[in-house]
């Protein structure tokens, strides 16, 4: 190899080191929170509802306008919006870990959210243009999905670490430096870069869909407090259906360039898989919410325990992923999805038994064990069923689709299970002590969405039974 040779390999390297660095952040922020959320609670006042929003907040924005990020990086440059995308992910992060209140810290898990919606897409694209021979963009799409399934590893770990021995605000301030060396390093490795094709960004589109799925969850949210008959309660939801009829004209009738082209859902198989990773997202993200409480707030863990006790389940995910990848070409979609959502239902049964006096090795590490397999084994015969079924070109469009609509789903069931948890625990709390009442309440909302993750397997069983093609994309965001 000559040293020109040499070089450029290195440069590459390097611009893969930093992709992976900018999807890594972004997964990890979603995992590293959920071990600090009593010591939020406690510090900040949140009630039991309202803390939720640490979680929606940054998972509704990111969800909202996922894909809307990666058209942005199309019509104004790959190298400026991954910038701009960290950029806002920094300081939000410096917003998050400074936050005086509640509401402020709210605030900056909402602006992380729309700076992960740009950054994660732009990753995939950086990727794929940097690395064009088969061979090399196969390892380097390898190390870009460890670097997604290792965030979720690490998050829970490092957010118990710091928590326990520093602060729950040092899992924000941790992404400053390394926003600003991942900034330095774009500025100084990428190379600017745009589609060819010019589109124009749906942003009516984006901001009607991501407020009015805000305030259904702030709606389903308001009915524990006030009540379903309330103000606070039915005026949310009305406008959550009059933003998403809205939503649906602007893409039928005035979007030049939709972010959900309603052609695309012709699809069944990609129908299918949505509905069925909508009732993954919403399951899961409730189980580790609550999983988390119980934990500190009932068994009296710590939070670096606690994050510990993650660990079978994140590693799980990974196998889980492993298999389902090695198989998914055999077999086809649908057998993988329909056993992933089995097993999630099973396993959350199974943690729905929870109890004031249980411990983690009786109550919580078998059904992590399972649930998390179940959960690797849903993420890619979910996008391959969603990209089969549809054209080639479409098929990064479908992709993206398939995270976002998991991100949404899992932002509502957790507001839903979350109010359901809250109504149990209100009203046992009279008769039974405050630990017991709390491990009824959140057994009760885990029951509920084992039944949610059913949904998975008959949204399952409507995919038509055919194997992926080699023109198949695989990957878990919009491509762009």
């Known amino acids: 190899?000559?040293?020109?040779?040499?070089?450029?390999?290195?440069?590459?390297?390097l611009i893969l080191a930093l992709a992976c660095l900018g999807n890594f952040v972004v997964v990890l922020d979603v995992a590293i929170v959920n071990v600090a959320l009593p010591s939020m609670r406690m510090d900040l006042g949140f009630s039991p509802t309202g803390l939720q929003w640490v979680v929606n907040a940054y998972t509704l924005t990111y969800a909202g306008f996922l894909l809307l990020g990666g058209r942005a990086a199309d019509l104004f440059g790959r190298r400026r919006m991954f910038i701009v995308g960290l950029s806002l992910f920094t300081g939000a992060s410096l917003l998050g870990g400074l936050a005086p209140s509640a509401e402020a810290l709210v605030a900056g898990r909402a602006i992380q959210g729309f700076g992960a919606a740009i950054v994660a897409p732009v990753t995939l694209t950086i990727v794929a243009i940097t690395f064009t021979e088969p061979r090399e963009r196969s390892r380097a799409l390898g190390y870009w999905g460890a670097s997604l399934a290792s965030g979720g590893a690490v998050g829970v770990l490092l957010g118990g670490i710091l928590t326990d021995l520093l602060s729950w605000r040092w899992i924000f301030l941790i992404n400053l430096p390394v926003g600003i060396v991942g900034i330095v390093a774009a500025r100084a490795l990428l190379?600017?870069?745009?589609?060819?094709?010019?589109r124009r960004l749906d942003i009516g589109g984006a901001l009607t869909i991501t407020v009015s799925l805000?305030?259904?969850?702030?709606?389903?949210?308001?009915?524990?407090?006030?009540?379903w008959s309330s103000a606070w309660t039915i005026i949310p939801i009305v406008a959550s259906v009059v933003l998403l009829v809205t939503f649906l004209v602007i893409e039928v009738r005035f979007a030049p360039d939709p972010i959900a082209p309603f052609r695309i859902f012709r699809s069944r198989a990609l129908v299918?898989?949505?509905?069925?990773?909508a009732c993954v997202g919403g399951s899961m993200f409730a189980m580790w919410y609550f999983t988390s409480l119980y934990l500190?707030?009932?068994?009296?863990q710590s939070p670096l325990t606690a994050g510990l006790c993650f660990l079978p389940a994140a590693f799980g995910v990974i196998v889980g992923s492993q298999v389902a990848g090695r198989f998914v070409?055999?077999?086809?979609?649908?057998?993988?999805?329909?056993?992933?959502?089995l097993l999630i239902a099973g396993?959350?049964?199974?943690?729905?038994?929870?109890t004031a006096d249980g411990s983690y090795a009786t109550d919580i590490l078998g059904p992590f064990i399972l649930v998390s397999l179940g959960l690797g084994l849903s993420f890619p015969p979910g996008t391959w069923a969603a990209t089969t079924g549809v054209a080639p070109s479409e098929a990064g469009l479908a992709s993206g689709l398939v995270n976002t609509t998991r991100q949404i789903g899992g932002a509502i069931g957790l507001a839903v299970l979350a109010t359901i948890a809250a109504q149990h625990t209100g009203f046992l709390v009279g008769g039974e002590s405050g630990p017991a009442a709390l491990a009824d309440g959140y057994g009760r909302a885990l029951l509920v969405a084992s039944v949610v993750a059913l949904g998975a397997v008959a949204a399952a069983?409507?995919?038509?039974?055919?194997r992926p093609t080699e023109t198949t994309v695989t990957v878990g965001q919009p491509r762009s």
């Open 296 to 300: 500190q707030d009932v068994l009296g």
């Open 329 to 341: 070409s055999r077999i086809g979609p649908r057998p993988l999805l329909t056993v992933a959502g």
């Open 461 to 466: 069983l409507t995919i038509p039974s055919s």
């Open 272 to 277: 299918g898989a949505n509905i069925a990773m």
């Open 1 to 13: 190899m000559t040293d020109s040779a040499a070089t450029a390999s290195d440069r590459r390297n």
């Open 214 to 227: 805000t305030a259904l969850v702030y709606g389903v949210v308001e009915s524990n407090v006030r009540g």
């Open 347 to 354: 396993a959350l049964y199974w943690m729905s038994h929870l």
């Open 191 to 198: 190379v600017e870069s745009r589609s060819m094709r010019t």
